[in-house]
């Protein structure tokens, strides 16, 4: 229980071009979800926060216009990066919280960003 | 402000050699406490979740306890399995019901 997807694993873009990355819950409807960066040997940054049918909470410092969050169902979330520029390539995880453990944030396995 | 603070940053083992990690955390009002395990490439991958002091939980071979200042994850007869980045969260009621707050982790290699 608790599998939360992501897609594509890897994506390798040119520099100013838009990317689009998916989070699905697969076997629980995710009331919550949240996007994180993790630079290499680096723990994980909280970039925003989405409820299903709301706009996204950005945390500090986080850009609204670049980083895009649609929740449009219980179990979908995106996240598309607008113009992209290598200082955007990382490491983007995401997680859902929701109707299996009201508690818990239960992540995907990740989405390898390189902007060339 | 809300902090966690783990240690060692890295740990060499043998295997089959016993050992613990530790989480120190500051929040103004703890919530729960959050251990995952992290492959490289990969998304974390949870372990336990703590809500108070003198809580333990056990999975295989490891035991998560916790007290009012900090966490620790045992880890009894490793093996080369186990190697992995193992991180703690807090969530603190003073920080919203949404957010955690990771420490850098504690990167654990077991050697066969």
């Known amino acids: 229980g608790a599998v939360v997807s992501q897609h594509p694993s890897r994506v390798i873009c040119k520099s100013g071009t838009s990317v689009k990355i998916e989070c699905r819950s697969l076997?629980?409807?995710?009331?919550?979800m949240f996007w994180y960066r993790q630079f290499p040997k680096k723990s994980l940054m909280l970039m925003a926060t989405s409820n299903e049918g709301s706009k996204a909470t950005y945390e500090q410092g986080v850009e609204k216009d670049k980083f895009l969050i649609n929740h449009a169902s219980l179990t979908l979330s995106t996240l598309t990066v607008t113009s992209a520029h290598p200082e955007d390539s990382s490491f983007y995880i995401c997680?859902?919280?929701?109707?299996?453990?009201?508690?818990?944030?239960?992540f995907g396995p990740g989405t390898r960003l390189t902007v060339l | 402000e809300d902090q966690v603070t783990q240690s060692p940053e890295a740990l060499r083992l043998q295997e089959g050699e016993s050992s613990s990690l530790n989480c120190s955390y500051t929040v103004s009002g703890l919530r729960g406490l959050f251990w995952y395990r992290q492959d490289p490439g990969k998304g974390p991958e949870f372990l336990f979740t703590?809500?108070?002091a003198g809580e333990e939980k056990e999975k295989e071979r490891l035991k998560a306890t916790l007290t009012k200042k900090e966490s620790f994850l045992h880890i009894t007869a490793p093996k080369p399995e186990d190697s992995a980045t193992y991180l703690c969260?807090?969530?603190?009621?003073?920080?919203?019901?949404?957010?955690?707050?990771f420490g850098a982790g504690t990167r654990l290699a077991v050697h066969p």
């Open positions: 969260a807090v969530q603190s009621f003073s920080g919203g019901y949404n957010k955690l707050i």
């Open positions: 703590l809500y108070s």
């Open positions: 997680s859902a919280r929701g109707t299996y453990d009201s508690d818990t944030q239960y």
């Open positions: 076997d629980f409807q995710a009331t919550t």
